[in-house]
């Protein structure tokens, strides 16, 4: 599995207001493009510092791609990229204060310890 590859994802998306929206309306297309795109860029570096052999695994491409915050949580991402990526992207569909971070940890109530390893 590819733990960094997959946080990277969750920080770089949450950072650009725009990503975040492009992400909302086209999963797996947003997932796609930064594969290709943004993946490989070494952060914090000059432009054209980059590496060539990161990739995300199908499973962690699938969840990303379906939005799905159980399985990326499974796979190692952490819940706090995910959980702050996903308030920015849905919570402004709930009329409820604090119902889409409930709903998330509901989701989330059948794991117990020891949880999904999430380090890098």
């Known amino acids: 599995m590819s733990k960094y590859l997959l946080n990277k994802f969750l920080y770089t998306i949450d950072r650009d207001a725009d990503l975040v929206e492009r992400y909302r309306e086209d999963p797996a297309g947003t997932v796609t493009w930064w ?37 990326l949580f499974e796979l190692g991402a952490h819940p706090f990229l995910t959980l702050t990526l996903f308030i920015a992207m849905f919570e402004r569909d709930n009329t409820e204060p604090l119902e889409y971070q409930k709903a998330f940890g509901q989701r989330l109530t059948r794991f117990t310890l020891p949880y999904p390893d999430i380090s890098t």
């Open 35 to 71: 594969e290709s795109e943004l993946a490989n860029r070494i952060l914090n570096c000059p432009a054209g510092e980059s590496s060539t052999w990161l990739a995300l695994e199908p499973a962690e491409r699938e969840a990303l791609s379906t939005h799905d915050h159980v399985r």
